[in-house]
């Protein structure tokens, strides 16, 4: 099946930056859509940015002008460069990547694991 690995949370202070990495392997014939959500305490999931196949982008309002989502398609793995943190931009972030696999070349949607990112005051 397929293997996401998220890399790069922490804990950063207001305005700083933090890059997220998400990594998929296993079975893959080849990938679509690539994105980042959050999911803050209390809150429901969001969509925070997401890239196309073709490299189209769109993004939270709330994150416009800060966020910029890139991929590596050789290396089958998304970025989320984030600039500018705010503190409600804590939450744990999630990367979802969507793609068929080698068997019977079927759809997948795969979740990575989370990763945490705390923006301080």
């Known amino acids: 099946q397929v293997q996401l690995v998220e890399s790069g949370g922490g804990l950063v202070r207001a305005g700083g930056s933090l890059r997220l990495s998400c990594a998929a392997s296993?079975?893959?014939?080849?990938?679509?859509?690539m994105g980042w959500y959050r999911q803050a305490p209390g809150k429901q999931r969001e969509l925070v940015a997401a890239?196309?196949?073709?490299?189209?982008?769109n993004y939270a309002d709330s994150v416009k002008g800060r966020f910029t989502i890139s991929r590596d398609n050789a290396k089958n793995t998304v970025f989320l460069q984030m600039n500018s943190l705010k503190p409600e931009d804590t939450a744990v972030y999630y990367c979802?990547?969507?793609?068929?696999?080698?068997?019977?070349?079927?759809?997948?949607?795969?979740w990575g694991q989370g990763t945490q990112v705390t923006v301080s005051s």
């Open positions: 979802n990547i969507e793609g068929i696999i080698v068997v019977k070349f079927l759809p997948f949607s795969s």
């Open positions: 296993g079975s893959i014939v080849s990938i679509g859509a």
């Open positions: 890239i196309t196949s073709g490299g189209s982008t």
